[in-house]
Antibody, heavy 124, light 107 residues
Framework: QVQLVQSGAEVKKPGASVKVSCKASGYTFTSYDINWVRQATGQGLEWMGWMNPNSGNTGYAQKFQGRVTMTRNTSISTAYMELSSLRSEDTAVYYC?????????????????WGQGTLVTVSS | QSVLTQPPSASGTPGQRVTISCSGSSSNIGSNYVYWYQQLPGTAPKLLIYRNNQRPSGVPDRFSGSKSGTSASLAISGLRSEDEADYYCAAWDDSVVFGGGTKLTVL
């Protein structure tokens, strides 16, 4: 079965960086995008960007451009999301999710499997 | 401010039918599929509806989706206590865009 298993909780100081991992299993890692979505406590879902594990190509939400980097290691089927220059507003649960392009009589893109989430706390 | 607009809350009693709306624009819902995600308390979101009205394997047929123009809705019939969760609509708009989420309470 498809599984995405994320690394454990992190506590960081303002200005530092955090790198969260997402290990995929149960499918061919290079056949589907990996997306990152975050959720602050009591808030909604916020999409951060996507990465194609086959090519390494990425696309980031404008809000995170210049601060986020998404990479992968295909030999261990693992994706990474690094966020730099952390501030208190970055405190949130970060999820990785598998992305699928959807074409039939229209088009779309959906996230069909999600990791368990990684809590990142930014505090001095 | 979310790109897609949902009511912040909805409620119903067991057995009732409830609907959750999602409003967007021509660049997202108006030209692409709508997706719905269910997030049970303390868990990761789960894909509930894809391609406007399709259910992934394992999702009960009590859940249904529809789309008209730049709006979409999720209907839950035969409401059960375990349906109490946050529900998010989503679509593609040069990026993934979400609604702000609707907290469904089963009274």
């Amino acid at each position: 079965q498809v599984q995405l298993v994320q690394s454990g909780a992190e506590v960081k100081k303002p200005g530092a960086s955090v790198k969260v991992s997402c290990k995929a299993s149960g499918y061919t890692f290079t056949s589907y995008d990996i997306n990152w979505v975050r959720q602050a406590t009591g808030q909604g879902l916020e999409w951060m960007g996507w990465m194609n594990p086959n090519s390494g190509n990425t696309g980031y939400a404008q809000k995170f451009q210049g601060r986020v980097t998404m990479t992968r290691n295909t030999s261990i089927s693992t994706a990474y999301m690094e966020l730099s220059s952390l501030r208190s507003e970055d405190t949130a649960v970060y999820y990785c999710a598998r992305g699928t392009v959807d074409y039939y009589d229209s088009s779309g893109y959906y996230l069909d499997y999600w990791g368990q989430g990684t809590l990142v706390t930014v505090s001095s | 401010q979310s790109v897609l607009t949902q009511p912040p809350s909805a409620s119903g009693t067991p057995g009732q039918r409830v609907t959750i709306s999602c409003s967007g624009s021509s660049s997202n819902i108006g030209s692409n599929y709508v997706y719905w995600y269910q997030q049970l308390p303390g868990t990761a979101p789960k894909l509930l509806i894809y391609r406007n009205n399709q259910r992934p394997s394992g999702v009960p047929d009590r859940f249904s989706g529809s789309k008209s123009g730049t709006s979409a809705s999720l209907a839950i019939s035969g409401l059960r206590s375990e349906d109490e969760a946050d529900y998010y609509c989503a679509a593609w708009d040069d990026s993934v865009v979400f609604g702000g989420g609707t907290k469904l309470t089963v009274l």
